[in-house]
C-alpha cells in the first residue's frame, strides 16, 4: 500500500549504512526487481544485497510504524 512505502521511505530517511542499503533494496524487489538485478545495479554480489536485505529487515521488524503500516488494510486510510 502507499502508505507502506511512505513509512519504508521515511525509515530509509532516517537509516544508514548498511539498513539504509537494504531498504532500498526491498524497494526495489517490491518495483519487481531481482536480487541478481539489485546486486548488478550496485556492483556487489547478490549475497551483499541479500544481507542487506536481513539486516533491513531486521530493523523493520523492530519498528512500530512499520508494523502499523504493515498491519493496516490496504484501503485503509492512516490515523491521523
Request: one cysteine or more; hydrophobic letters at 40%.
Amino acid at each position: 500500500s502507499e502508505d507502506l512505502f511512505c513509512t519504508l521511505d521515511k525509515i530509509h530517511t532516517e537509516s544508514s549504512g548498511v539498513v539504509r542499503l537494504g531498504i532500498e533494496a526491498l524497494i526495489l524487489k517490491a518495483k519487481g526487481m531481482s536480487g541478481q538485478e539489485i546486486a548488478a545495479l550496485y556492483g556487489v554480489k547478490p549475497n551483499h544485497v541479500g544481507a542487506w536485505i536481513s539486516r533491513a529487515a531486521k530493523r523493520l521488524r523492530g519498528n512500530a510504524d512499520f508494523q502499523r503500516a504493515c498491519s493496516r488494510p490496504a484501503d485503509s486510510p492512516a490515523p491521523r
